[in-house]
């Protein structure tokens, strides 16, 4: 089975329609990022705090609302998490509400007073199970000991407890339930969990009708350490790309194959503004594999161009370049392919967590094997054909597209192999 | 089978056993080959849940504890030279200025200065003749800024350890001068109670009382008309009747935390939670002469410059000691481990809190390991489908190369993430490129006329310079993600190096050993299946 037999496609010639389309994308993307007033920073790049919490059934918004404005958090952004049956949420404080905070997580625990007043209950002295850790239980299991282990020994009746704390979360945090208990007598399916266990939990716990399942709190200097991170990464990438090509190939073939890359970076960013997606840096490290992958692909292109240079040093640049072309595209067109599978596999499932993560790769996938025939290819076509003329000192009709190859000024860079004619 | 043959598969054989039982050990049930995948492969926290704190120590403090030291001792060693002065006094944390020294005793000043105070030198004051600056020297400051850096990681470590969480990681963070630590709790969902036991100074003294207990500060400044004794201070503490009210104690204390020998809760002769202390030896000695001087007066029992406590002196005590006060359990226990890990030389404020509850990290691994079957269930049925029986080749190369990717996480501790499982996704997407890169090119060999063999061997030849190049740029980008990121990002560029790295041993030996086997089984001339 064979997809593309013997393809013959003018891909330099179509370039006109390339370039129109690329600058169409582009321009959209440019106009989204500025109709939104710049990208989308998530919170490890602007700071403030975030709180992810659960409900065990629809949550009233506006009560919660009103409940963070007695809490002095008139400003605070609720915004939902997911898929609407799981009544998830995200609470929001930018960093200047809680600036002036002396503690850190004064914001988080400003929203989770809100929130117990609302969906906990305010029983004295009691802990909430839905919010405790494993550790909290075993703690409490322990100073009560309903199993009646004191007598086996200090650390058996640790040991028990704490295997029972995590088997009890565990089973908590399974699906359907999903973080949230409605009943200790739920519990009894923990293998280990007898009533005198269950009647013991329901003395030191209660029951809210929330669980905070996610907090992200990033302070002003850690966010500034983070920008500039970001912005290393990202300029270590594209300099290590140039240097590599530059250093396997020439420079035009170099330059050529980071405009190319420049262009998907552009593109991907501009879609993403356009869905409103936030850049994290998880993010930032998917644009960095995106570039990675755009470099790779085009590279692939570059290596059949050159060894046909090294082949045929007679043959028509353009006609040439269009030959490389459709000489890699199976292989090319497989491996895009192959790759977006296992990327959209990870879109489709991979959870709502890393979905801006896999939305940058889908993108990447598509459009860096889109630029390495739409845009690198036609890049080296043009200084190519431009450079002839210039060598020659004249003007534009001693030099062109048709020119013999004799004259052209690229060559393999360092040529090591055998002279050209003795193909292996 | 050629020798070759059979001695390049028994290296695969071996390598695949090797892996193998690196993942899952010899286990004798089900549930033990589950429990042995979850002992071998470390999860990253937004994987198991926890929490992620990134801390700054503020090493200031420290460097104000050294010059307020150095101050008091040059007073003392002023007063016992007889040289009078106006004042001596601290302008900010590296600088003392001494005025109104007589002129003819300058000098004794100075030898005083280089033989007691060498990490410090004089410099005069300009303009005013009777006044010089005692200056920190800037090795001096640095080296106090680094120890306290030090020891505050190494106590923070002490009282997590001693919190019983477990593969805790302690670290620096950012760049040589900044003096943060990023510190992980996996497992802790709720960390209201390690955040106050890490950030507590947890400084305990034993201070003289000389007056007190007064009602306000006022009332004790007026009492002595408006000028503190020297060398002494007023701490604020609580009445039994639970009212705040001060204390004047000895600034200089007689027995600190350095030299507490333990510290365990227990219980007072009423019953109530406190904690019991025991002394070192020099501190025992110092602390049965001041005791036994002292009897009749209260000694202050100060905590983070808070006094619990104070008790009269009834009669000479020499090692141990106990702090009452209104205490819970929790608190008592919590203190004592406080005191047992030492107090911290600076004081500690947060930068960065992230806490994964276990449900997220549950879910995100059940998403992860979903996205990947699927993802990887449908690359293996499309290369059986479009390259047919080199389809089932470039199939057991990629699983191969998926076991080596687990398996060199869990033989080298690499710690799994949610990024790092799509590392493991995108390993496969690219990593199954190279066998297209070279099932294409056996094609191409085989559409000029070439024979089977000849096509596999043109076709391995002339794709192994691409499959290299193209590794090279996802594996630098990786490189540079690992050197620049954190956490998440890292698990991400491991795997996908690693995955990468294995791709090369897995699409150009495996594969080949496979086409090998294949093409010495066929008869001259049969097609072969590509």
Request: aromatic share 8%; glycine share 8%.
């Amino acid at each position: 089975m064979e997809f593309f037999h013997n393809p013959q496609v003018d891909w330099m010639g179509k370039s006109k329609y390339f370039i129109t389309l690329s600058v169409i994308l582009l321009v959209v993307g440019v106009a989204a990022m500025i109709a939104r007033g710049g990208p989308n920073y998530g919170i490890d790049f602007r700071g403030g705090t975030l709180v992810y919490v659960k409900f065990a059934q629809a949550p009233n918004l506006d009560a919660i609302r009103s409940q963070l404005d007695r809490e002095n958090l008139p400003k605070a952004t609720l915004q939902r998490y997911d898929a609407p049956s799981k009544h998830e949420i995200i609470i929001g404080l930018d960093l200047r509400t809680t600036s002036g905070a002396k503690a850190l997580d004064a914001g988080k625990q400003a929203i989770v007073r809100a929130l117990t007043h609302l969906y906990g209950r305010q029983s004295a002295g009691k802990a909430d199970f839905n919010n405790s850790d494993a550790q909290m239980i075993a703690d409490h299991l322990v100073a009560d000991d309903p199993l009646q282990l004191a007598g086996k020994g200090n650390a058996v009746a640790q040991d028990t407890y704490q295997k029972l704390a995590q088997a009890m979360v565990a089973y908590r945090n399974e699906p359907p339930r999903e973080g949230l208990v409605s009943n200790f007598d739920e519990l009894s399916a923990v293998p280990g969990a007898n009533s005198a266990v269950i009647s013991d939990l329901k003395k030191s716990f209660y029951l809210s009708q929330f669980s905070v399942f996610n907090t992200e709190i990033v302070g002003p200097k850690v966010g500034a350490t983070l920008r500039r991170q970001a912005l290393y990464v990202v300029l270590a990438g594209l300099a290590a790309m140039l240097v590599y090509v530059w250093y396997r190939f020439e420079l035009v073939f170099g330059v050529a194959a980071v405009i190319a890359t420049f262009h998907d970076v552009l593109i991907t960013l501009g879609m993403f503004s356009l869905l409103n997606r936030e850049i994290s840096l998880t993010v930032i490290a998917a644009f960095l594999t995106l570039i990675g992958y755009s470099m790779n692909d085009t590279i692939v292109t570059f290596d059949r161009i050159r060894e046909n240079l090294r082949l045929n040093k007679r043959e028509n640049f353009r006609d040439l370049v269009n030959r490389s072309i459709n000489q890699v595209l199976s292989r090319t067109i497989l491996t895009s392919g192959l790759t977006l599978i296992a990327v959209l596999a990870l879109f489709l499932f991979g959870g709502e967590v890393i979905h801006g993560f896999s939305l940058v790769l889908v993108l990447g996938v598509i459009i860096g094997t889109y630029s390495s025939f739409a845009i690198a290819s036609p890049l080296v076509l043009f200084w190519g054909d431009r450079a002839p003329a210039a060598a020659l000192g004249g003007g534009k009709n001693s030099g062109g597209a048709n020119a013999p190859l004799g004259r052209r000024p690229l060559r393999e860079k360092s040529p090591r192999r055998e002279p050209a004619g003795a193909r292996r | 089978m050629g020798r070759s043959i059979r001695n390049r598969t028994i290296v695969i054989i071996v390598s695949l056993l090797i892996c193998v039982f690196g993942i899952i050990g010899f286990p004798s049930t089900f549930q033990a080959l589950k429990q042995n995948i979850a002992d071998r492969i470390r999860l990253g926290l937004d994987l198991k849940g926890g929490t992620y704190l990134v801390l700054q120590v503020h090493v200031e403090d420290a460097v104000n504890t050294a010059s307020d030291q150095a101050l008091s001792r040059l007073r003392d060693d002023l007063r016992t030279r007889n040289i009078a002065y106006a004042e001596a006094r601290k302008t900010d944390a590296t600088h003392i200025l001494i005025k109104g020294v007589a002129q003819n005793q300058w000098e004794q000043v100075q030898t005083l200065a280089q033989q007691q105070f060498p990490e410090w030198y004089v410099q005069s004051v300009a303009g005013d003749p009777t006044s010089h600056l005692m200056v920190m020297k800037t090795t001096t400051e640095a080296a106090v800024k680094n120890d306290a850096y030090t020891e505050a990681m190494a106590t923070i470590r002490r009282r997590i350890d001693a919190l019983g969480i477990t593969e805790p990681e302690i670290a620096q963070y950012g760049s040589q001068g900044s003096y943060e630590l990023v510190v992980e709790l996996p497992g802790v969902s709720d960390p209201t109670r390690v955040k106050s036991i890490i950030q507590s100074t947890a400084m305990l003294e034993l201070k003289l009382v000389r007056g007190g207990p007064y009602n306000s500060r006022d009332e004790a400044l007026t009492s002595f008309g408006g000028v503190l004794p020297p060398d002494t201070q007023l701490l604020p503490g609580t009445s039994d009747s639970g009212t705040p009210v001060w204390y004047l104690v000895d600034r200089i204390a007689a027995v600190t935390g350095h030299d507490l020998s333990g510290a365990e809760p227990s219980q007072d002769s009423n019953g109530r939670p406190d904690v019991n202390f025991t002394l070192t030896r020099s501190g025992a000695a110092r602390f049965a002469e001041i005791t036994q001087r002292n009897i009749g007066k209260q000694l202050a029992i100060v905590l983070d410059n808070n006094v619990e406590s104070a008790p009269v002196i009834q009669s000479q005590i020499s090692d141990r000691g106990e702090i009452t006060g209104n205490f819970t359990t929790q608190q008592v226990s919590d203190l004592a481990l406080k005191l047992r890990s030492g107090a911290l030389p600076a004081s500690i404020s947060y930068l960065q809190e992230q806490t994964v509850g276990p449900s997220l990290g549950a879910d995100s691994i059940r998403h992860g390991l979903e996205a990947c079957i699927i993802g990887f269930a449908a690359i293996l049925l499309f290369m059986l489908i479009y390259y047919k029986g080199a389809g089932v080749n470039a199939d057991v190369a990629l699983i191969l190369n998926l076991l080596i990717l687990v398996a060199a996480l869990a033989y080298f501790g690499g710690v799994l993430t949610l990024p790092g499982i799509a590392g493991v996704i995108l390993t496969v997407g690219m990593g199954v490129d190279s066998n297209v890169l070279i099932f294409e090119r056996i094609r191409e060999e085989l559409r000029l006329g070439k024979s089977a063999p000849a096509a596999v061997a043109g076709g391995f030849e002339h794709a192994f310079k691409t499959i290299i190049d193209t590794h090279v740029t996802t594996v630098a980008s990786a490189a540079i993600l690992f050197a620049f990121g954190t956490g998440p990002v890292r698990g991400f560029a491991v795997t996908l190096t690693i995955g990468l790295v294995a791709n090369l041993f897995t699409s150009v030996f495996v594969s080949r050993v496979i086409f090998d086997y294949e093409l010495s089984r066929r008869t001259a001339g049969e097609a072969l299946s590509v």
